[in-house]
């Protein structure tokens, strides 16, 4: 099985990155590739630019990339109760590819984790709801509210109720696949 894994922000320290990699490296038996977005930076989206200049090539190798995953790994950080910018600006370039789904009707483990008491929630609702239109098919999704109370990077999710509610779905995900 080939996951590619993401944290939907293009920060260099993003806690989103950290879980979507913790998250695929649960898998034994997969072959992970962590993508950043940063390496995805593009002009912000507008028809006007399109027009003139067409879907820049680093959305075309975005989806490209989706297209060669069996699992989508996607942790969602959210920016005033939706996605950063970052996500949204190549979320909106690959929707230009004709004919394509954004997501390349791949099944996704959904998460988000934010350093508040919220742990994504808004923004995991909005790509909920927009999931079915998007070619993005939610297996699982899971929050981990203050990140930084309950992850440690050499452990991973250290609240035992989390880590149990992390692990029932990680293993539904995983017989997604038997």
Do not use: C
């Amino acid at each position: 099985m080939r996951i590619i894994a993401f944290g939907a922000s293009n920060s260099k320290s993003s806690i989103n990155k950290i879980l979507a990699t913790y998250a695929a490296n649960q898998f034994s038996d997969a072959e992970v590739e962590v993508v950043d977005l940063n390496d995805y930076e593009m002009p912000i989206f507008s028809v006007d630019r399109e027009k003139h200049h067409g879907i820049p090539e680093l959305a075309l190798r975005f989806a490209a990339k989706i297209d060669t995953a069996d699992l989508l790994i996607i942790s969602l950080a959210e920016h005033n109760s939706s996605y950063t910018a970052a996500f949204k600006n190549i979320f909106d370039w690959i929707s230009r590819i004709k004919d394509r789904k954004h997501f390349g009707d791949k099944p996704v483990f959904l998460l988000a984790t934010a350093p508040g008491p919220g742990g994504g929630k808004h923004v995991l609702a909005t790509f909920e709801a927009r999931a079915p239109f998007s070619g993005a098919h939610i297996i699982q999704s899971f929050s981990l509210a203050k990140f930084n109370e309950n992850f440690e990077p050499k452990k991973g999710i250290v609240n035992a109720d989390k880590k149990t509610e992390f692990e029932e779905k990680l293993e539904l995900v995983k017989n997604f696949f038997r």
